[in-house]
Structure formats: structure tokens, C-alpha cells
């Protein structure tokens, strides 16, 4: 597993546990190298957002309990892959981050500028 840094160079902290999130199923965005779709961005899912990737084929918001997936619901927050962030970033249906959540290997895809106008966690 990779360094459990987030984007700030600051511990990684959980993103969720109800549902229970990341690549691991550990409840934080932690990656390595066999996350290949990097599952790094901590989010805060909006309706808007779920349309958007049901649109472009993947539906989050139907159960699959055989790979421990409840469904996600506006306002469940997710490790979402920072390939599929920045793709809404670009059509403007990015849902809002968690910066202290989010691992620091999304910025190999991201810009820390981005997140951070889309951070839940600026003071």
C-alpha cells in the first residue's frame, strides 16, 4: 500500500464507514498498485453526480451485495476514482471533496487547485 497521505502531506483520514468505502473496503481512500482505477477522491455524492456516472456507465446507485456494495444515495460519501472526478469536473457535475480524505495519489490526476474550490473541509 502507498504512503496513507492525503492531499494537504497530512495523515490520511477516514472517508466513510456507513457505507463502508475504498478500494480495500477499509473505510479510506488508501491505494496501491493493484487500484488501477485509483479510487483516491473522497467525496460527498449529489444526485446530480450519480445521473452523471449512470450515464457514462456506471450506475452507483443499485445494490450489488455480492461485492459488498450497498448503492450509494445523494449525500453518502465515496472514494471515487480521480479519473471519473475530474471527467465531471470537466462537464460541471463534480460533487464536493474531502480534502483530509482524499489520498494524496489523486493529484497525479487532479490538481490540488481543483479540489480545493470543491472542498467540504476549507476553513
Known amino acids: 500500500m502507498e ?3 492525503n492531499v494537504l502531506g497530512e495523515p490520511l483520514l477516514p472517508c466513510s464507514d456507513d457505507p463502508m468505502t475504498g478500494f480495500f473496503r477499509d473505510g479510506c481512500c488508501n491505494t496501491s498498485s493493484e487500484d488501477v482505477g485509483l479510487h483516491v477522491v473522497c467525496t460527498r455524492v ?3 453526480f ?3 456516472s449512470r450515464a457514462r456507465g456506471n450506475d452507483l446507485t443499485t445494490p450489488h451485495p455480492e461485492f459488498g456494495f450497498p448503492g ?3 449525500g453518502d460519501q465515496w472514494c471515487l476514482c480521480a479519473a471519473r472526478w475530474q471527467e465531471a469536473l470537466e462537464a460541471g457535475a463534480a460533487p464536493r471533496v474531502v480534502l483530509q480524505s482524499t489520498h494524496a495519489a489523486a493529484l497525479r490526476v487532479v490538481k490540488l ?3 480545493k474550490n470543491y472542498a467540504l473541509d476549507l476553513v
Open 72 to 74: 450509494l444515495r445523494p
Open 3 to 5: 504512503a496513507k497521505l
Open 113 to 115: 487547485s481543483d479540489l
Open 50 to 52: 450519480l445521473e452523471f
Open 46 to 48: 449529489t444526485a446530480e
